[in-house]
């Protein structure tokens, strides 16, 4: 569910990345500012810092939230950012689960296929 909230805080958060391959690799460390928001669901306010979408909103900045309505506490920014980051996540894991559904099935059919054969074998086999 949607609810309309406000940045009320930015807090600086230590980001490290690394870039280069193997035997060259680079870290590289320095600070983000990550919007602290605070939104009201049910007469009660809470609040979530979001990691996902930093350096981008100021204090005071209005934005809305997407909501768990079981769980207030399980909230994140609607932004295109963080909902390009969603759809990417669910992308991979329906390309992941249909390669897993393609190997089951050809895994299966190379099982019939050797099974039948064994069964022709000892049909057309001699008997001694």
Same mark, same amino acid.
């Given at each position: 569910m949607e609810r309309p909230a406000k940045v009320t805080e930015i807090r600086d958060i230590e980001r490290t990345t690394r870039s280069g391959g193997r035997r060259s690799?680079? +870290? @590289?460390?320095?600070?983000?500012?990550?919007?602290?928001?605070?939104?009201k669901l049910?007469?009660?306010?809470?609040?979530? =810092?979001?990691?996902?979408?930093?350096?981008?909103?100021?204090?005071?900045?209005?934005?809305?939230?997407?909501?768990?309505?079981?769980?207030?506490y399980e909230a994140r920014l609607a932004s +295109? @950012?963080?909902e390009k980051a969603a759809k990417s996540s669910t992308r991979t894991t329906w390309v992941l689960a249909g390669a897993g559904v =393609?190997?089951?099935?050809?895994s299966a059919l190379?099982?019939?296929l050797r099974v039948s054969n064994l069964v022709k074998r000892r049909r057309t086999a001699p008997q001694g």
């Open positions: 690799r680079h +870290t @590289k460390t320095y600070t983000a500012d990550c919007p602290y928001v605070t939104y049910k007469g009660q306010k809470y609040s979530f =810092v979001e990691y996902d979408d930093c350096d981008r909103l100021q204090v005071g900045d209005e934005v809305t939230v997407l909501v768990n309505p079981d769980d207030p +295109t @950012k963080v =393609v190997f089951g099935l050809f190379g099982l019939w």
